[in-house]
T-cell receptor, first 113, second 115 residues
Framework: GQQLNQSPQSMFIQEGEDVSMNCTSS?????WLWYKQDPGEGPVLLIA?????ELTSNGRLTAQFGITRKDSFLNISASIPSDVGIYFC?????????????FGKGTKLSVKP | GAVVSQHPSRVICKSGTSVKIECRSL??????MFWYRQFPKQSLMLMAT?????????EQGVEKDKFLINHASLTLSTLTVTSAHPEDSSFYIC???????????FGPGTRLTVT
């Protein structure tokens, strides 16, 4: 099936550092979404991207929809302890069933105070 | 806005019994909801797409007679795990398709443990 390659798998950083993670695919997507999941909770939508090249911010988070429509990145600036969690990218394939998302395997972020 | 609830949050049941999990969109109507299963330290695995007023669409490998889905109203979808076995123990998460039709809003999940 279709796959999203999300990297890195995990990150251990110091509080205050910036973080960058990305997702790539060999397929073209028309939507990219970034979610954060805390342990024992459902994913929470952080940022949604709809156009190639689109750069969107949500507080300290910034995400971009790649020009080729095959990739996206998420940056977190000045990380804080509550940023800890698992971040998932998700994409809607061009021509795919409406609303159906393909998920990356997640990036586990650990922040040392 | 776009709040999705799930009930129960945790359930423990005995092998052979059935368990119903409810997913509700609290402040919007959702014609389409999704059911996922998540194993520890893994990503979300789509089980089925639930459409209001019609039969659910199941992903390959998901037994529709074991995982019964009913989407009887625009704000409620239910997943019933029938004749549960220990291997059905997992974290089940629902989501609802939002206004923009590409954004899924997730419920808080249900932890099912079958003993």
């Amino acid at each position: 099936g279709q796959q999203l390659n999300q990297s890195p798998q995990s990150m251990f950083i110091q509080e205050g550092e910036d973080v960058s993670m990305n997702c790539t695919s060999s397929s073209i997507f028309n939507t990219w979404l970034w979610y954060k999941q805390d342990p024992g909770e459902g994913p929470v939508l952080l940022i949604a991207l709809y156009k190639a090249g689109e750069l969107t911010s949500n507080g300290r988070l910034t995400a971009q929809f790649g020009i080729t429509r095959k990739d996206s990145f998420l940056n977190i600036s000045a990380s804080i302890p509550s940023d800890v969690g698992i971040y998932f990218c998700a994409g809607q394939l061009t021509g795919g069933s409406q609303g159906n998302l393909i998920f990356g395997k997640g990036t586990k972020l650990s922040v040392k105070p | 806005g776009a709040v999705v609830s799930q009930h129960p949050s945790r359930v423990i049941c005995k092998s052979g019994t059935s368990v119903k999990i409810e997913c509700r969109s609290l402040d919007f109507q959702a014609t389409t909801m999704f059911w996922y299963r998540q194993f520890p330290k893994q990503s979300l695995m789509l089980m089925a797409t639930s459409n209001e007023g019609s039969k659910a669409t199941y992903e390959q490998g998901v037994e529709k007679d074991k995982f019964l889905i009913n989407h009887a109203s625009l704000t409620l979808s239910t997943l019933t795990v029938t004749s549960a076995h220990p291997e059905d123990s997992s974290f089940y998460i629902c989501s609802a398709l939002g206004f923009l039709a590409y954004e899924q809003y997730f419920g808080p999940g249900t932890r099912l443990t079958v003993t």
